[in-house]
């Protein structure tokens, strides 16, 4: 590849300078998924690379699978238009060590032993219809015209389960989306419990018995609220909404005690445009404190570069956000001491439709299953609540943090315990 | 006229010679795809941003019993190709490998056609649909060049461009101008599209979404514009897939579930509606495969892999990418017409609601639960168009719902435009559809 991309050089500096830059991906992933009468593996290599240079005073963008084919696009692209209204950032330079090329790894099967957890966590009334889980590993290099050069290497994993609950006549499906570990590993008992929560509790369950109370989140459901929050810090495209509608006159964002941090050090030691990055609380026991900047966002707001440029595909320019964005509590505690504080109210053990969050207008409707709670008690399955409210008094109203934090590949990565809010509405 | 690659010239003998080997339970094949995708984004009729993405991929993929393995390369040429059978022979651990060339060459540059004679022309069409309303619309151009070469079959090649726009226009409404959202699939060789898009424009200026929202509660439905194509896409194209895990509708298989009127079929063969092709991604020629024949349920989708000689696949194997297996998937979900005009279609319904599109769709398998998302609908009151309402969903039990289908439609059939990006499972595929107004009693309505 390394050839190749001298032609691109070559076609960027005659065209833009030294105001150019190039991003070239490779990766390397093994995937295998085990249903009832198939077995499908796969082993993929992919390659990707992108360009953003400048000409007069406007930034272009242009991406391929292969050096030979991003040099036709860069040229049919410099034809079409520029990629956006302003010209190219400023650019960072330095230099980072290169990585090795990716290795495949392999990923195990673990169908049946979750398929006997899973019968014996429900008794036999949920059956695993599929399990697929892939893992491998990406390696990233960046370059640009002001003399920045480096590269990263991470590993990722994740998978899917797919079960059937049946009681009776009645069935329905559930889907678990769960980490895995870069060598393939995955914590199967876990995997078969909230399959089978997930199975069962919209069969057995009824409607919420109480219409208010207090709320306690499992870590997935969390999870989703603040991936759907994150979109508040990132660039400044939600500047004035934040300020407009969730911070109050002393800038608290959150109820005392709870933290929103960005912790790329999993990532390596520069983000996608070549940023060096560092940990940052984005929210301080409850107060705001910074905002998220690719350079594009920082040049407009006049604010420092934080490291926070993404790339979620080679196909897109890099964007503001957060490689991991995590939940954390001054005073934490464990999910069972959170659920014995509960006077009455509802456990949100997995949502049964995608949430609903609406930062304009300041509103989230989440449509859950779980349990209801009575006196740190659970008292009856509930099949399916509607919880909904103002998003700005979801986050001043937590009154608990779990000690619980567990990683969800959701939008972006984001890590989250339980969470119990001490007022919510249940339709 | 388009910014399409050219895919390299490639010996086909030779590629079936290495696939073949390998074939020994009947199913092996190299599947390599070019694609690019053209993004404008156009205001006013001006482009105001553009990007440009290239890519290509091929894979291999054999089966032994229950197993199925696939490698994939980045790189669509022979050399490439020669990568991914030699990876496949070493997970097969078979011993037929291609030789090793020397030194493989690089891939070659494509020759790119020149987009921006396309880029003009579609700017002008766009803005002749909008007729001088002010609009912010976004525009991806994909096309792809798909090859198949399956071991002991002749290879086979189609190319497809598709576009997508989405975005708001300015309308002018009774209470002030306001911003409509819409969005518009349709395959490119279709000319007569951009007339229709316009006369949707207009209807939507007219008639978008109510300050009042739906009633939640039962009530009867008259689906209009097509969007019947994108009803029976849910309630039944997707339990019908051969691989659906424990669906409702396996076991009722030559059951009558509608009346005796209701023609529904998958017609991948309609070029075109979005989701056609000529052959599928496994070789097999496109046709038309009937799911309700006279109301009575017929077979399922299939691909190769779930196929025998007593039920050959469908040509519904579908990848949304060299990337992955092929499944059985539906392309096009066509609806036959009636004899009924709009008027009595309203008539008949009586009292209910009128919806033109939906925004969204989702249905559990297992249990049979579904749920369509409008973004606009219309009260109809004694069969006269009432209010505008504002957006909600429509839900059912797929069973329930198919018998709760009327027998009278209307007299001409419409295109989905709406019904474009199916994901199943994390995966992308095009789909279309095309139906009549038809008549659905007793549907769950709540407001969003």
Redesign the interface.
């Given at each position: 590849m390394s050839?190749?991309l001298d032609a691109v050089r070559g076609e960027l500096s005659s065209r833009s300078g030294g105001r150019w830059e190039i991003y070239a991906k490779r990766a390397a992933a093994a995937e295998l998924?085990v249903?009832?009468?198939?077995?499908?593996?796969?082993?993929?290599?992919?390659?990707?690379c992108a360009a953003r240079w400048e000409e007069k005073a406007r930034a272009y963008?242009?991406?391929?699978?292969?050096p030979?084919?991003?040099?036709?696009?860069i040229?049919?692209?410099a034809?079409?238009?520029?990629?956006?209204?302003g010209p190219l950032p400023p650019l960072p330079t330095g230099t980072f060590a290169q990585p090795a090329d990716p290795a495949t790894p392999a990923a195990g099967d673990a169908f049946e032993d979750v398929a006997q957890l899973l019968a014996s966590e429900s008794k036999g009334q949920a059956r695993l219809?599929?399990l697929a889980v892939t893992c491998g590993e990406i390696v990233e290099r960046l370059e640009n015209g002001a003399g920045f050069s480096g590269g990263r290497a991470r590993r990722f994993g994740y998978g899917?389960a797919?079960a059937?609950?049946i009681a009776s006549e009645?069935?329905?499906?559930a889907d678990v989306v769960f980490p895995v570990a870069p060598g393939g590993g995955f914590d199967a008992a876990k995997v078969a419990q909230s399959l089978a929560d997930r199975s069962l509790l919209?069969l057995k369950g009824r409607a919420c018995p109480f219409p208010r109370g207090e709320l306690l989140l499992d870590p997935s459901v969390s999870a989703a609220v603040l991936a759907a929050t994150l979109p508040l810090f990132c660039g400044d495209a939600h500047r004035m909404l934040l300020s407009r509608r969730y911070l109050d006159r002393n800038g608290r964002f959150s109820s005392e005690g709870v933290s929103l941090v960005d912790d790329p050090s999993g990532e390596g030691p520069f983000d996608a445009e070549g940023v060096p990055v560092r940990r940052k609380e984005v929210v301080s026991d409850g107060v705001f404190r910074t905002r998220l900047h690719d350079l594009a966002s920082s040049a407009r707001s006049g604010e420092n570069p934080t490291g926070n440029a993404v790339r979620l595909s080679f196909?897109l320019?890099p964007r503001a956000g957060s490689a991991l964005f995590a939940l954390e509590g001054r005073r934490s505690a464990s999910a069972t001491e959170l659920l014995a504080s509960v006077t009455r109210g509802l456990y949100a053990t997995a949502l049964a439709?995608p949430p609903r969050i609406d930062l304009e207008n300041d509103a989230y409707r989440l449509e859950v299953e779980g349990w209801a709670l009575q006196a740190g008690r659970v008292r009856s399955p509930v099949a399916a609540a509607t919880i909904r409210g103002r998003l700005s008094e979801f986050w001043k109203g937590i009154g608990g943090v779990g000690t619980d934090r567990r990683l969800f590949p959701l939008q972006s990565l984001v890590a989250a315990p339980t969470l119990f809010v001490t007022k919510a509405t249940f339709a | 006229m388009s910014?399409r690659?050219t895919p390299p010239t490639l010996d086909l003998p030779l590629l079936s010679r290495w696939i073949e080997p390998l074939a020994k339970e009947g199913l092996a094949d190299l599947f390599f795809e070019w694609k690019s995708?053209?993004h404008?984004s156009l205001s006013d009729g001006s482009?105001?941003?553009?990007?440009?993405?290239?890519?290509?991929?091929v894979s291999a993929r054999a089966r032994r019993g229950?197993?199925?393995?696939?490698?994939?390369?980045?790189?669509a040429d022979e050399a490439g190709a020669r990568d991914v059978v030699r990876?496949l022979a070493a997970?097969l651990s078979s011993s037929h490998f291609p030789k090793s060339a020397d030194g493989s060459p690089?891939?070659?540059?494509?020759?790119?056609e020149?987009?921006?004679r396309w880029?003009k022309k579609i700017s002008s069409l766009v803005a002749r649909a909008f007729e001088d309303r002010p609009h912010k619309v976004e525009i991806r151009r994909r096309h792809a060049t798909r090859l198949v070469v399956p071991a002991g079959r002749a290879p086979s090649q189609h190319e497809r461009p598709r576009l997508s726009l989405h975005g708001e226009f300015l309308a002018d409404t009774r209470g002030g101008p306001k911003w409509r959202a819409f969005n518009f699939h349709l395959p490119e060789a279709d000319d007569g599209a951009f007339e229709e898009l316009r006369h949707r424009l207009r209807a939507l200026a007219g008639t978008g979404p109510g300050p009042v929202a739906p009633t939640a509660g039962t009530a009867d439905v008259v689906l209009e514009n097509g969007s019947a194509a994108f009803f029976f896409h849910e309630v039944l194209s997707h339990p019908m897939e051969a691989?659906a895990?424990?669906s409702?509708l396996a076991n009722l298989v030559k059951a009558r579930l509608c009346p005796r009127e209701i023609e529904v079929s998958d017609e991948p063969s309609r070029l075109d509606l979005f989701g056609g092709y000529p052959v599928d991604d496994e070789g097999v020629p496109a046709r038309r495969t009937a799911l309700l024949s006279a109301g009575h349920l017929a077979g399922p989708l299939r691909d190769r892999?779930r196929s025998d000689p007593l039920h050959p696949s469908t040509g519904n194997g579908r990848r949304p990418s060299a990337?992955?297996?092929a499944a059985p998937r539906g392309s096009n979900l066509v609806v036959g017409p009636g004899g009924a005009s709009e008027e009595e279609m309203l008539h008949r319904l009586g009292t209910g609601i009128r919806v033109e599109e939906f925004d969204g769709g989702?249905v559990?398998?297992?249990?049979g639960r579904f749920?369509l998302r409008f973004p606009a609908a219309q009260a109809v009151q004694r069969g006269r168009l009432g209010q505008p309402l504002g957006p909600g969903h429509l839900e059912g039990e797929i069973v329930e719902a198919l018998a709760a289908v009327d027998s009278l439609l209307g007299a001409r059939a419409k295109p989905c435009r709406q019904l474009a990006w199916c994901a199943r499972?994390?995966k992308v595929l095009p789909v279309g559809g095309e139906a009549p107004a038809m008549i659905v009693r007793r549907m769950q309505v709540s407001p969003r």
């Open positions: 050839l190749a998924r249903a009832a009468s198939v077995r499908e593996e796969s082993e993929r290599q992919e390659d990707g963008f242009a991406a391929a699978t292969s030979a084919l991003l040099l036709d696009a040229r049919e692209t034809r079409l238009g520029p990629g956006g209204s219809t599929s899917n797919r059937i609950g009645r069935r329905v499906t919209p196909r320019p439709a | 910014h690659p995708e053209l404008l482009v105001g941003a553009s990007a440009l993405t290239v890519e290509s991929a229950n197993r199925v393995v696939l490698a994939a390369s980045p790189r990876r997970m690089a891939e070659p540059g494509r020759a790119i020149d987009p921006t880029t691989d895990p424990a409702k892999l990337f992955d297996h989702s559990d398998l297992a249990s749920r499972e994390g």
